[in-house]
């Protein structure tokens, strides 16, 4: 059995000791001659959601059919590169030296200019001067009113707050207890494009999604869209940016692919937007707009996403450029549901698109 | 529900041999199990470990906790959770308006000399309003169904993961209340966002599919059995298919036990194409999805 977990944790599955051990218990407590008995009694403990389900089944084929478990994955998958974690590999020491050396003043103006540089343009050594720029971005979170209410000074009276202290009286209400709504952080979510044409800002906004998830990582969500869609707020959650990079650089399996916006938003929606991961939700699609496939899916479910969100906030690096005009067919299905229309080009761009999701 | 009424089998899950008697039991009281289900609630029973369901709108993950209930003989709590949910909701609370009814009354019959006593006995069991979480365990054993629970918060559920994990409730005027045994808990999630990692190690995990041809005509036949064998089939073989076109809420057992009845309710006998285009509003919920069916060829879809 601790054979079995193992390949099941090579396949993917989060078999930890608890569930293993659970899984004795569940077998002991099963008749094991029953044929499915085994198989349930794993894919009950060990799986923890549908994504689980196809690797289990997989993995149990495998193990009990005799086959020897198979190596990790990892090992056929190209390597994904980060544009940020590149230099940083090299030249740490050298980019040290250099940034260390400089006073106050000269860095303060150096940082001033690279803020509003395209990203797409930088040299290896202001890339990782950016990725230290990031680490100060602390995306404020929109707010909305909530159901619970909590005591104030002002608002409307509290009935049970004003007996208990009443109680306290002896039965005399001496004093109205009030209490107002609280605000709660209304949820983010965030479908970063990585297909090849926006490879060049990927790593850009897959860090301001890490700095995002990192302010509220309970009500944000990061998604990537590309030919499918790939959740990757567990591996955003990682407090060191690079290591939630490169994690979620090894989760997204079409990185730098082609671009299928329609298909892949539908299927966001489909599978989660529409439970109510975008319900009431500031929603922003970081993306190009370059679409392969045919214009009328996206706009088809750009209306979907735009009945079911608080608002849409579209970003496209190259609104930056100057001379840019939304004319790709993508671009032009999509804008009639958009509530924002920022450039994503700069630093200074994603300081003021924290502040257009702020008030979104 | 009409549901027809089964004699408990032994309260003790002991007195159930395994899960295909588990499942004969809940067949039952109509609601019918595949092997994974059956099993996950014989090891939810035997283990003492809460059973989270997962699995689209409508596949039978509340009526499940139901049938449990009836087949065990239990009494079912029910907490539906939403969106800024307390543990007031979910405990208990203090009912301050007879505390201060029985303070005045005291007063009136100017029996307050003894304070001590009298403070005392503002805080008796009576005054006490027991929510869900705390009827359950005071009634133990007992099935407690913890619905929705991807609707509540992320603190409700740290809160959750306390009361599920020791079956214990400190209240502090009281004492604490314990389950001499723990009750059969059964959480539900739509899935409209993920449960945290904590809760879900402690509970056994289930998938529930949209059920096979065969096990859907048995569940119409069995829930519904003015329905004909022919319209139940019909139904259930159209249903199948709706569920097959990507649309945008596909379907479920509710929606297809649904459309039986409406049809049935029209007088058809089975799947008459034009009483299935009136009705389409009983298994379809959206207009695109209506609209994208009509457009398909009726005669394809149903009948024949």
Known sequence: ??????????????????????????????????????????????????????????????????????????????????????????????????????????????????????????????????????????????????????????????????????????????????????????????????????????DALLRFAHAAVRARPSSTDVFTIGTRLTRVTREMRLRDPDRALAASGSAIPDWSG??????????????????????????????????????????????????????????????????????????????????????????????????????? | MSEPTVAPIAAEPAGLAGPDELAAALEGTGYLPDEGLATAAYLALVMHRPLFLEGEAGVGKTALAHALAQVTGRPIYRLQCYEGLEASQALYDWDFGRQ???????????????????????????????????????????????????RADDEFEAFLLEVLSDFTISIPELGTVRAQTPPLVVLTSNRTREVHDALKRRCLYHWLQHPEFDREVAILRRRLPQVTEQLAREVARATAKLRTLDLLKPPGIAESMDWATALHTLGARDLDPDLAARTLGAVLKYREDTERVRSLARGALFGG
């Open chain 1, 1 to 202: 059995m601790l054979g079995f977990a193992r390949t099941l944790r090579h396949a993917g599955v989060p078999a930890s000791p608890d569930r293993v051990e659970a899984m004795l218990v569940a077998l002991g407590s099963l008749d094991v001659l029953e044929p499915g008995a085994v198989y349930w009694a794993g894919r009950l403990t060990l799986c923890a959601g549908p994504d689980d389900l196809d690797r289990y089944d997989a993995a149990f084929a495998v193990y009990f059919s005799g086959e020897r478990p198979r190596a990790p994955r990892t090992v056929g998958k190209p390597e994904v590169r980060l544009a940020a974690s590149a230099p940083l590999e090299q030249g740490t020491g050298d980019g040290d030296d250099e940034t260390d050396a400089p006073d106050l003043a000269v860095q303060a103006s150096a940082d001033e200019v690279l803020r509003h540089r395209d990203v797409a343009e930088l040299t290896p050594a202001e890339r990782e001067h950016l990725r230290r720029l990031f680490a100060l971005l602390a995306p404020a979170t929109p707010m909305r009113p909530a159901r619970r209410r909590r005591p104030d000074t002002r608002g409307t009276i509290h009935p049970a707050r004003t007996v208990r202290r009443a109680l306290r009286s002896g039965g005399e209400v001496t004093r109205l207890m009030h209490h107002r709504r609280r605000t709660r952080p209304r949820r983010v979510v965030l479908l970063v494009d990585v297909s090849g044409s926006m490879a060049p800002y990927a």
């Open chain 1, 258 to 360: 082609g671009t299928r916006l329609g298909e892949v938003l539908k299927a966001f929606l489909d599978r989660w937007g529409q439970r109510g991961t975008a319900r009431g939700a500031v929603v922003v699609v970081c993306s190009d707009g370059w679409e392969r496939g045919g214009a009328d899916l996206l706009g088809e479910q750009m209306v979907r996403l735009r009945r079911l969100a608080h608002a849409v906030v579209w970003v496209n690096p190259h609104k930056g450029r100057s001379g840019y005009e939304p004319l790709t067919g993508g671009m032009q299905a999509a804008l009639p549901s958009v509530d924002h229309f920022v450039s994503g080009h700069s630093m200074a761009a994603f300081e003021e698109l924290t502040g257009v999701i702020q008030r979104a």
């Open chain 2, 100 to 150: 201060l009814l029985h303070l005045r009354a005291a007063e009136a019959a100017h029996a307050t000399e003894d304070t001590e006593k009298l403070e005392a006995s503002l805080y008796d069991r009576r005054f006490l309003l027991a929510r869900p979480l705390l009827q359950a365990l005071e009634d133990s054993p007992s099935v407690l169904l913890i619905d929705e629970v991807d």
